[in-house]
């Protein structure tokens, strides 16, 4: 069983940085970062289809980098230059079922979710 843990979330002011971790228990190619927050919708952030390729949101392109350390279990979210309209709750997400690369930002996706942490920017 997949269990996904994040961390890294806090409070910081316009312009700021923050880098998210995920720990992954079990193997699973696809993984991706998602984001909750203000009444809207889950949006995907960021992902990684598990053989070097990436994609993001175009709101956070840019900004945000996602990678992975396959040999510590985790994924990271480094993100600059914070805005307050990126406030929210950021979540893990994972799978190894076949996929689209274009799916990747999709969170039907997934069947694995961390429970999140929430990221603050204030302006």
């Known amino acids: 069983q997949v269990k996904l843990v994040e961390s890294g979330g806090g409070s910081v002011q316009a312009g700021g940085s923050l880098r998210l971790a995920c720990t992954v228990t079990?193997?699973?190619?696809?993984m991706a970062w998602f984001r909750q927050g203000g009444g809207r919708e889950r949006e995907g952030v960021a992902a990684?289809?598990?053989?070097?390729?990436?994609t993001y949101a175009d709101s956070v392109k840019g900004r945000f980098t996602i990678s992975r350390d396959n040999a510590k279990n985790s994924l990271y979210l480094q993100m600059n230059n914070l805005q307050p309209e990126d406030s929210a709750m950021y979540y893990c997400?994972?799978?190894?079922?076949?996929?689209?690369?274009?799916?990747?930002?999709?969170?039907?996706?997934?069947?694995?979710w961390g429970r999140g942490t929430r990221v603050t920017v204030s302006s």
């Open positions: 997400a994972a799978d190894g079922r076949p996929t689209y690369f274009s799916r990747l930002l999709q969170k039907s996706t997934y069947k694995n």
């Open positions: 079990g193997y699973t190619p696809h």
């Open positions: 990684d289809n598990g053989a070097g390729s990436t």
